[in-house]
């Protein structure tokens, strides 16, 4: 099975700032990598497909990008409804395979 | 695009088995495979298995093989996960997720895009 590994798997970041998380996978998935966005109680919600592509009606404070094995979401300007939990997510080969998450926190 | 309702809470004996379903509207059910994601609570995400309309294949983590059966029915455009042999381990929330097929590229399918609100399996005796 392919590893997904996120760092940093919490972060404290204040309104206005701009953070990067990473993604590492232990093999290379091409750019088969997605993001997803889960706040608490909520189902996840899909921001990035395809390493970069942002899905429809996600804004671009939201980046990605990377190929291979490594990728990173960038996220500008915080708002404090993008305080949350950040997912990737590998779907280049089954079994399908998440990362731990990243907490999002208010600092 | 496509709108994935589940069905409601479950509370289950340990042993027994649970059916949880999803239904799509507003797409076409065949361009989609639908996938199973559960999360146990305090924990991550973590994918079941999925299933290509309209007659597969279906595809399980290793985990569950044998325990889970994923099924859908295009006559009425819903998705169904089986967990059967339940244990407390079990519990936690049960998310479907639907998937496009893209079939100009060498995957033949994309990214997870649409989710369902989730459904609450707890397994106590």
């Known amino acids: 099975d392919i590893q997904m590994t996120q760092s940093p798997s919490s972060l404290s970041a204040s309104v206005g700032d701009r953070v990067t998380i990473t993604c590492r996978a232990s093999?290379?998935?091409?750019?088969?990598l997605a993001w997803f966005q889960q706040k608490p109680g909520k189902a996840p919600k899909s921001l990035i497909y395809a390493a970069s592509s942002l899905q429809s009606g996600v804004p671009s404070k939201f980046s990605g990008s990377g190929s291979g094995t490594d990728f990173t979401l960038t996220i500008s300007s915080l708002q404090p409804e993008d305080f949350a939990t950040y997912y990737c997510q590998q779907y280049n080969s089954y079994p399908y395979t998440f990362g731990q998450g990243t907490k999002l926190e208010i600092k | 695009q496509v709108h994935l309702v589940q069905s409601g809470a479950e509370v289950k004996k340990p042993g027994s088995s649970v059916k949880v379903s999803c239904k799509a509207s507003g797409g076409t059910f065949r361009n989609y495979a639908i996938n199973w994601v559960r999360q146990a609570p305090g924990q991550g995400l973590e994918w079941m298995g999925g299933f290509i309309p309209p007659f597969g294949p279906t595809n399980y983590a290793q985990k569950f093989q044998g325990r889970v059966t994923i099924t859908a029915d295009e006559s009425t455009t819903t998705g169904f996960m089986e967990l059967s042999s339940l244990r407390s381990e079990d519990t936690a929330v049960y998310y479907c997720?639907?998937?496009?097929?893209?079939?100009?590229?060498?995957?033949?399918?994309?990214?997870?895009?649409?989710w369902g609100q989730g459904t609450m399996v707890t397994v106590s005796s």
């Open positions: 997720a639907s998937q496009p097929l893209v079939l100009v590229t060498d995957l033949g399918v994309g990214a997870f895009d649409i």
């Open positions: 093999q290379g998935i091409n750019n088969n």
